[in-house]
């Protein structure tokens, strides 16, 4: 098993920037694709990105291609997101999740462990 914990959100003007955290516990962080997904009011939970064990590969919503950062550090047991040109439809709560698997995936059912979630608020 793992433990994972978010932190980082926080309120930010559109056009600014935040990069999230999630720290990992338990089980070996390495052993695990890592992804992030997201959750407005009102909506149903949606990829943002996800990056494989290695951080060899990634991947990103369309919305927020160009825009965010995934990344990892094995040695500190880490996922982060850089956030940059927020915009206001990127408010959400913000999720970390691991998968034990070789492969990357969008889809939120295939992940294991979940964090709490961390609030992002982009005002106009």
């Known amino acids: 098993q793992v433990q994972l914990v978010e932190s980082g959100g926080g309120l930010v003007q559109a056009g600014g920037s935040l990069r999230l955290s999630c720290a990992a516990s338990?089980?070996?962080?390495?052993?695990?694709?890592m992804g992030w997904f997201r959750q407005a009011p009102g909506k149903e939970r949606e990829f943002v990105a996800a990056?494989?064990?290695?951080?060899?590969?990634?991947t990103y919503a369309d919305s927020v291609k160009g825009r965010f950062t995934i990344s990892r550090d094995n040695a500190e047991n880490t996922l982060y997101l850089q956030m940059n040109s927020l915009k206001p439809e990127d408010t959400a709560v913000y999720y970390c999740?691991?998968?034990?698997?070789?492969?990357?995936?969008?889809?939120?059912?295939?992940?294991?462990?979940w964090g709490q979630g961390t609030q992002v608020t982009v005002s106009s």
């Open positions: 338990g089980r070996t962080f390495s052993s695990y694709a």
């Open positions: 999740a691991a998968r034990s698997s070789l492969v990357v995936t969008t889809t939120l059912g295939q992940y294991d462990y």
């Open positions: 990056i494989s064990r290695i951080g060899s590969s990634t």
